[in-house]
């Protein structure tokens, strides 16, 4: 039998036999670990990226199988919930987003919306303001009311620590929160332009939607809060893993910091 010498040396580089069995160990171990430390949340398309980018030579229909083997089930997260109360007599701004999710640069749209979370102590309330071009969380807050005040101080945070150039389109829900007087008036100082989703219509705020989708099927829905603060800690460690940790298929498979970390490096 012929066998050209670049074949030749190929085989001897390919692990056998045992050696191979270690390096399939390795990889399995490595993906658990992976998939644990996110949330149970990669399918193998988002595994097979992190176990390449971490010197791994595998595939997604391997990563595929390997997920099959090890029985990791991804968790699915549930559909969207109309939770606004948009029956309120305050002005509502034209959907000037209208749905153009893709942004050139940071701090050109932001997005806002509130969720809930039930403890034993009663409800909780999460206000979030995300950066459309990296899906960043930059502002939040949670306490146990959804006055505008909520709102408002998640508004402050983003404001503060990120500092955006006037102009800035801000798109929430109808909500009686984010029609209101005081809430407008923040916008104004900030010099901030409004926008708003059209009524009953969850898709127009579609990213914020997503991420408390995630942040609910990914850490909340397993939890069970006895404390207000028990669950503000749980929320708070979800917003660390997403901003710096969590992939997203939008971005490359980078984390929404590692994305914006990306974009000022290049134009530098």
Partial sequence: MQVSTSAYY???KAPQGSDKDQLDQKVAEKAKQIFVDNKQS?????LADRLQKQGFAVGRFKTRRIMRDLKLQVRYPKRFKITTDSNHNEAISPNRLNRQFQVAKPNQVWTTDITYVWT???WLYVAVVIDLFSRQVVGWAIDDHMRTSLCVRALQMAFW???PPPGLLHHSDRGSQYASREYRQH???????QSMSRK???WDNSPTER???SLKHEQLNYEKFKTQAAAKLSVIDYLAFYNGRRSHSTLGYLSPLEFEREFYRNAA
Avoid: D, H, T
């Fill in 120 to 122: 034993l102590q009663g």
């Fill in 161 to 163: 620590r990120r500092k």
């Fill in 42 to 46: 990669f399918g193998s398309r988002r």
């Fill in 187 to 193: 916008l104004a100082v900030m010099k901030m332009e």
């Fill in 200 to 202: 009953g219509n969850c």
């Fill in 211 to 213: 991420f408390f989708r």
């Fill in 10 to 12: 190929e085989w001897l």
